[in-house]
């Protein structure tokens, strides 16, 4: 069974980097897709971009400038930084497997618990 | 980008209500849809897949339908678990996601 946790601070001031980590068990991080998806307090979800299996990266556009994510694979995680944040960047973060269809990775599951950060000075 | 544009935003029902929440897209998606649900304080959760499919492990009751621009989630016989916030997703360009259907009490 395939399980995500992340990890990070909770405060990030404005500005800054936001970084955070999902440490994946049950399986290699060398053999699926992996993502990061935000939902602000009381909104919907985003999706943020994800890491392929050889390595290569896609973001959304509306956040592509900002946004590295990146694996290391001896620990078998999956990190996250976000550049420049503002308040508009307070949500809880997810990261999540993706799904093949069709050749495909298309759908977001299973899915870490999620870890909250609000940006404020 | 593609817009996903959910209707209604909230419904109220009771146990054993059958329940449709549709979903539609800005453009041609063809079955590129998955639906998810979400409880308080809890992470989403795959539903269905591919417009239609049941993921593994999930009830019966619920079914997906539709093609193109046009889908529906449907809650044959709604079950006090049910009540949750459900999510319809896009994967022909990229993701995106609808604003939400609320599933309250009545």
């Known amino acids: 069974q395939v399980q995500l946790q992340e990890s990070g601070p909770g405060l990030v001031r404005p500005s800054e980097t936001l970084s955070l980590t999902c440490s994946v068990s049950?399986?290699?991080?060398?053999?699926?897709?992996w993502n990061w998806i935000r939902q602000p307090p009381g909104k919907g979800l985003e999706w943020i971009g994800y890491?392929?299996?050889?390595?290569?990266?896609k973001y959304n556009p509306s956040l592509e400038s900002r946004v590295t994510i990146s694996v290391d694979a001896s620990k078998n995680q999956l990190s996250l930084k976000l550049t420049s944040v503002t308040a508009a960047d307070t949500a809880v973060y997810y990261c999540a497997g993706g799904v093949d269809w069709k050749l495909f990775s298309a759908w977001f599951d299973p899915w870490g618990q999620g870890t909250p950060v609000t940006v404020s000075s | 980008d593609i817009q996903m544009t959910q209707s209604p935003s909230s419904v109220s029902a009771s146990v054993g209500d059958r329940v449709t929440i549709t979903c539609r897209a800005s453009?041609?998606?063809?079955?590129?849809v998955a639906w998810y649900q979400q409880k308080p304080g809890q992470a989403p959760k795959l539903l269905i897949f591919?417009?239609?499919n049941l993921q593994s492990g999930v009830p019966s009751r619920f079914s997906g339908s539709g093609s193109e621009t046009e889908f529906t989630l449907t809650i044959s016989s709604l079950q006090p678990e049910d009540f949750a916030t459900y999510y319809c997703?896009?994967?022909?360009?990229?993701?995106?996601f609808g604003q939400g259907t609320k599933v309250e009490v009545k």
């Open positions: 453009q041609y998606i063809s079955t590129w």
């Open positions: 049950g399986a290699s991080i060398k053999t699926n897709y």
């Open positions: 591919g417009a239609s």
């Open positions: 997703q896009q994967a022909n360009s990229l993701y995106t």
């Open positions: 890491i392929s299996r050889s390595g290569g990266t």
